[in-house]
């Protein structure tokens, strides 16, 4: 699977956390996994994207629906 995350904010993001949940084609939740973006290089800039390639470990997976829980910015501050 493949995640753009794309800053709205006036803040550099250089952290986020969140979740994955996987679904079948019925809808049925297959289950839930937490992962967290972190730059190699360079922080994200407001108006920039950056792109996350992840494994789903969940065969049979059809959708995901992807929850962001916390995002970190360059001065310390967060957002949950």
Known sequence: ???TF???NAQAVDRIDYEV???DDYG???G???HYWQPTISSIKNGESNTESKICQ???S???KVKVKKVHY???SYCD
Do not use: C, R, W
Request: aromatic content about 8%.
């Open 28 to 30: 049925k939740k297959l």
């Open 58 to 60: 969940y065969e049979g």
């Open 6 to 8: 794309t800053n709205t």
């Open 1 to 3: 699977m493949t995640i």
């Open 74 to 76: 360059v001065d310390g």
């Open 32 to 34: 839930t996994e937490t």
């Open 21 to 23: 949940t996987a679904y």
């Open 62 to 64: 059809k959708s995901i």
